[in-house]
């Protein structure tokens, strides 16, 4: 050996290369474990079942959209790094970026369906209710429950089986309605029928759920944006979060230039108008509305930001709720509002109310102050009139339509409004 090594080290030249071959021989398991280089460890986010909400499931929405976080192909901010930690937990809703190819992104909100708080809330309610402990097994507790086992043995969803629910979506239903929501209940892969045989008892446990605590998802779900309604694009869910397109809240419009305003305005009216009056003949209601109820996209076209306070009633079917179905209550009607929480009648719906709600709470703050004396007069005049109910027998068609025409001639035909250019150089449509 040593007699090897002696020829071996004449025949090294260089002093550092000898010493390599030296300390290789010395140990020769070096050889065998030395790596070429030290792979380079990517920063990334340091998700918990617990801010994602999955360590409430099956008490949550559904889990389609978990892969996308997990692979860091949805990130938060509006950084396109993956070296920032996540945002508080206590946060309702998140501007995020999402990519299917990790080149190109683009925004997207992403939302809990209720504060932190009420869920923690809501939890804490079901486990003393049910199962009079602080803390428990949420999805043990709610498979307890009557209404859940009636949901577990039904093939198809029935009005009996929402009774009592405090989504203004169910307030009224019907049962063309409720085969929508099993029909194209996306959380599922398989959807396409009426009858919930293609839902296992999970999926049953998370859309009733969902149904309970904010009903927004499903209305992006079952009436889609594809098909010309005004809700952002749903992309999926992920425990407790919500994925939906991105757009911005009208209420950082309503400082916009008069031209800005008059626009959204008038598609602001379009869609009452939809609402009212649509193929599928189903008449959608605002029970609240706010400064973030609607939104607007970057092309600018506006939509329905947060449908969380949006009612349907069926005007082909109506209500199938028998008397009394309504004020059905148990622990799935309370997990967002209080039990004694009043519900209003559907009789008492009447065509103007979203109308008269706009009037009152969006219209004036985009459109107040804007216009030159003569017009502004007009519009203010109008926003009075419609604030106090309008006042006269006309239907709610014919009050959009006065004010529609008086804000037309103060629109624009621009970039900006990417969603009818260069469309409107050409058409009287726009």
Partial sequence: ???????????????????????????????ATASPSVPHIKPSYSFGRTFLGLDKCNACIGTSICK????????????????????????????????????????????????????????????TSLLKTKTCSLERA????????????????????????????????????LDRIVRRYAEVPDAGSIYMDHLTDRDKLRLLYTLAVNSHPILLQIFPDVEGWPFPRYLGSCGRLVVSASTRPLRDFFGAAPEVAADLALQLLAVLRSMGTN??????????????????FSNGHLFIRDASTLGIIDKEEGSQLIDGQQEY????????????????????????????????????????????????????????????SLGDDRGVNEAIAELAEI???????????AYRYPDCRYSDKY
């Fill in 1 to 31: 050996m040593e007699r090897w090594i002696c020829c071996l080290c004449c025949r090294v030249a260089d002093p550092l290369m000898l010493l390599l071959v030296l300390a290789l021989i010395s140990n020769p398991s070096t050889a």
């Fill in 68 to 127: 996308k976080f997990f692979k860091e192909e949805i990130r938060f901010d509006t950084w396109l790094s993956s070296h920032l930690k996540l945002p508080p937990s206590s946060l309702l809703s998140y501007s995020g970026n999402y990519t299917d190819d990790a080149k190109s992104w683009r925004l997207v909100d992403i939302t809990r369906l209720t504060s932190k708080y009420q869920h923690d809330r809501a939890d804490k309610r079901i486990c």
């Fill in 142 to 177: 709610l498979r307890r429950t009557q209404r859940f086992q009636k949901w577990l043995r039904a093939k198809r969803l029935t009005p009996d089986l929402v009774q009592g629910l405090s989504s203004p979506m169910l307030r009224c239903p019907s049962q063309r309605l």
């Fill in 279 to 296: 193929d599928l003949n189903y008449f959608f209601y605002f029970t609240h509305v706010d400064a973030g109820t609607f939104g607007v």
């Fill in 329 to 388: 209550k148990d622990i799935f009607s309370c997990l967002t509002v209080d039990c004694q929480y009043p519900f209003v009648s559907c009789d008492s719906i009447r065509e103007k109310h979203s109308l008269v709600m706009v009037c009152q709470e969006l219209l004036p703050k985009l459109l107040t102050g804007k216009f030159q004396p003569p017009v502004q007069e007009k519009i203010d005049t109008f926003l009075q009139r419609c604030a106090r």
């Fill in 407 to 417: 804000l037309k001639p103060l629109r624009s035909c621009d970039s900006r409004f």
